[in-house]
């Protein structure tokens, strides 16, 4: 299993050829799932299109992953298309914790929290994921602090979604039911 990593980003960005065909794609393709996703909720189309240039872009194949269990977090992920199985493994079995469609976030919550990845990130078949890349969210703060905000807050948002369903999921396993 070929597992790639933003830190080497020289591996990502896509094959599309010249840079006119890659805007294209990205204008035509990319752009309206970015903007139906939870992570770029409340950022006009502008912003979203100015910062998809400097996200990288990767198609990946069946089986391949995108991070493992104790990798340190340079990116957040955008899933443009295919499923992704977020998955932890222990010692004698892998749990699979979550499915992914397109415009699914992933890598949020270890890259905020300064954690290495807690699962891993499996493409179950054909997908594309778009990987906005630690050094980029940072330079957000101080180049464009209101765009910085409004996904720090979706983010936050997304993860603390995610949280409130894992406690459903523990109390329904457990038999302690919500009152």
């Not at 050829?17 to 799932?33: A, C, K």
């Not at 240039?53 to 089986?63: A, I, Q, T, W």
């Not at 602090?145 to 997304?158: G, H, Q, V, Y």
């Amino acid at each position: 299993m070929t597992c790639y990593s933003a830190a080497n980003f020289s591996r990502w960005f896509n094959d599309s050829g010249s840079q006119s065909q890659g805007d294209d794609y990205l204008e035509r393709i990319v752009l309206p799932t970015a903007k139906l996703s939870a992570l770029f909720g409340g950022v006009d189309a502008a912003s979203i299109s100015g910062l998809l240039h400097r996200c990288y872009l990767k198609v990946l194949r069946p089986g391949e992953c995108v991070y493992r269990s104790g990798d340190l977090p340079d990116a957040v992920y955008l899933l443009i298309s295919g499923r992704v199985r977020l998955s932890v493994a222990t010692a004698l079995s892998s749990t699979v914790k979550e499915d992914l469609g397109a415009g699914a976030t992933f890598g949020d919550t270890a890259l905020l929290g300064i954690q290495p990845h807690s699962d891993t990130a499996t493409c179950l078949e054909m997908a594309e994921v778009l990987a906005l890349s630690s050094h980029t969210f940072t330079e957000l703060q101080t180049q464009n602090p209101a765009l910085f905000t409004i996904l720090l807050l979706n983010m936050s948002r997304d993860i603390s979604r995610r949280l409130i369903q894992h406690d459903h999921l523990y109390r329904e396993f457990t038999g302690h039911l919500a009152p």
